[in-house]
């Protein structure tokens, strides 16, 4: 599965729109690792429990876009976005969400 940003996949044309497709994941930090996370907030610089939390977040919610395209019968998701946001005070939430299509390789030239 093509997972990209872009509108346009070079050596690609795009056949079939199937519509919007999205992976959605919620996710909360640990006891433990909202008290590391605090502790070290307080001489500054990266939180490695949060940073860790977010990375390992969006590669979920990309996991969950590609099978929602796939049950769509799509080839490729196209104009890849990702949104987040907090609910509450320990949870994060990411969306991976785009345009489900079927695609053909161009013919060489």
Do not use: C, W
Not at 2 to 24: K, M, R, S
């Amino acid at each position: 599965m093509i997972v990209a940003t872009t509108e346009n996949l070079p050596g690609y044309t795009v056949t079939e729109t199937l519509g919007q497709v999205f992976g959605v994941v919620v996710r909360s930090r640990g006891l433990g690792g909202n008290i590391a996370a605090t502790i070290r907030s307080l001489g500054g610089g990266e939180i490695k429990e949060y940073t860790s939390l977010v990375e390992d977040t969006r590669r979920h919610a990309i996991d969950r876009l590609v099978q929602n395209a796939t049950l769509m019968g799509a080839d490729a998701v196209v104009m890849m976005r990702f949104d987040s946001g907090e609910i509450g005070q320990t949870m994060s939430e990411v969306v991976a969400y785009g345009t489900a299509v079927k695609i053909a390789a161009e013919e060489a030239r």
